[in-house]
């Protein structure tokens, strides 16, 4: 993937985890096809380290 710009939106924080959504621009170096994708990722901590982390699919249909 090529990058042409990423928006990060967050921490939105609770417990023990927190959540950033990024917002991307990329064109799909093989394909050449060019897309905005969304994703959240979901970080869960530990003692002051991330311990886990996961990405999903943005669905929402807000966008900041």
């Known amino acids: ?35 905005q994708i969304s994703e959240v990722g979901v970080y869960t901590v530990k003692d002051g380290k991330i311990v886990r982390e996961e990405f999903l699919p943005y669905t929402g249909s807000e966008k900041n």
Request: charged share 35%.
């Open 1 to 35: 993937m090529e990058t042409h710009s990423v928006k990060v939106h967050g921490p939105y924080m609770a417990h023990d985890r927190f959540v950033v959504r990024y917002d991307m621009d990329v064109t799909d170096k093989s394909s050449k096809k060019r897309m």
